[in-house]
Every structure is written in C-alpha cells, then in structure tokens.
T-cell receptor, first 115, second 114 residues
Framework: AQKITQTQPGMFVQEKEAVTLDCTYD???????LFWYKQPSSGEMIFLIY??????QNATEGRYSLNFQKARKSANLVISASQLGDSAMYFC????????????FGKGITLSVRP | DSGVTQTPKHLITATGQRVTLRCSPR?????VYWYQQSLDQGLQFLIQ???????AKGNILERFSAQQFPDLHSELNLSSLELGDSALYFC?????????????FGSGTRLTVV
C-alpha cells in the first residue's frame, strides 16, 4: 500500500482565492511527522509546513495551513489568498519514527494559479 | 541558498559511464539523504547516512553506491549508467534537534544519460 497518496489531478485556482491540496497517509506508527514541500519549475524543493502526529492544533505558516485529521489519516494543505508565484508542484511527505528518519513522498500535485 | 550544496548542477554523460554526485550538508547537520526524482517514479528515497554510517537504504540499485566522509559531505556514485538513470538527484540534510523544520534540500543535480 502506498504510504502517501495524492490523487488530485492538476489543480487550478484563481488568484487571491484559497485552494486545498489533498493528502492521505498510511502508517501504523504512533509517532510520525507530515510535511509539505513546494517544487517550482526551477526544480528546488522548498519546505512549507510541518505537522507532528502529537500536535493537537493544526499547523500554520503564513498563508499555508495544514488541515490535520488524524482519525481519517489526512493532512491537507490549504493555501489562502493564492498568488501567481504559488504555481508549482506540491508534495506531501511523511516521516515515520523519530527525527532523522527518511521522508516518504507522495506523487505530487500540480497547482496552477490563474490571474 | 538552502545551505545544502550539490555539485554539479547539470551532468550529461553516455551510457555505460560512471559519475559522482557530491553533496555538502547544512552546517551542523549529521544526516544526509539521497533521493532520485524521475517523471514516472516521483521522488524515491535511495539511501541515508548519519554521521558517516549508513542508516537506511531504499530503492537503490546495486550499480549505485554512496558514502559520507568525516567532514560530513557525501558522494553518490552511479556506474554503468543507463538511459533510465536520467533524473534529478537530490541531497537533503537534517539535524536531530529540528524535528519540525523538515529536511533541507539542495538544488539537485540533473543527470542526463545519452
């Protein structure tokens, strides 16, 4: 079974609107971390946001927030007030176990922001 | 600049050849991870080193090998290259004390095998 599932096809959003990118995960570990990365067309991987499995509140970082639903094993990324520069590929990833464990990535979602 | 340095940025080589990709982790980070990103396979974990020792192994081919040196930089060696090895190879580093800051990625080495 896939550890991280991102099934949305290419997503489109109008500039200044909010968009939700879906991610579901599969793990039997009690301690894990969930990450979102952005990869623009230039290729670099940019860390956006982190959610720990024991964190009771949803993580937020500026315009990014993570809708963490532990029972459903979902960790959706919400981008508010979309900007043209948000057009990129977005990857959800999971770390099982403690720090310094490898990340497992989903296949990614392409987001295009329309002016 | 993320603090993780990968060289070279681009590499074009012929089938059957051998190449070495280099990664210098962020200052203070003991863990180095190598990932391969191809169009059909997505981001695949290859191997991890922690303070000079191999820590975890993923889908790394036998033709590929890696090591981490005492100064913590790491090298990924790819030999007997095939067309299918063309991909973007990322190195990332992490530190044990920053569980919520993710893993810092280098800008990648784009390998083209012709």
């Amino acid at each position: 079974a896939q550890k991280i599932t991102q099934t949305q096809p290419g997503m489109f959003v109008q500039e200044k609107e909010a968009v939700t990118l879906d991610c579901t995960y599969d793990t039997s570990d009690q301690s894990y971390g969930l990450f979102w990365y952005k990869q623009p067309s230039s290729g670099e991987m940019i860390f956006l946001i982190y959610q720990g499995s024991y964190d009771e509140q949803n993580a937020t970082e500026g315009r990014y927030s993570l809708n963490f639903q532990k029972a459903r094993k979902s960790a959706n990324l919400v981008i508010s007030a979309s900007q043209l520069g948000d057009s990129a590929m977005y990857f959800c990833a999971m770390r099982e176990g403690g720090a310094n464990s490898k990340l497992t990535f989903g296949k990614g979602i392409t987001l295009s922001v329309r002016p | 600049d993320s603090g993780v340095t990968q060289t070279p940025k681009h590499l074009i080589t012929a089938t059957g050849q051998r190449v070495t990709l280099r990664c210098s982790p962020r200052s203070g980070d003991l863990s180095v991870y190598w990932y391969q990103q191809s169009l059909d396979q997505g981001l695949q974990f290859l191997i991890q080193y922690y303070n000079g020792e191999e820590r975890a192994k993923g889908n790394i081919l036998e033709r590929f090998s890696a090591q981490q040196f005492p100064d913590l930089h790491s090298e990924l060696n790819l030999s007997s290259l095939e067309l299918g090895d063309s991909a973007l190879y990322f190195c990332a580093s992490s530190t044990r004390t920053e569980m919520n800051y993710g893993y810092t990625f280098g800008s990648g080495t784009r390998l083209t095998v012709v």
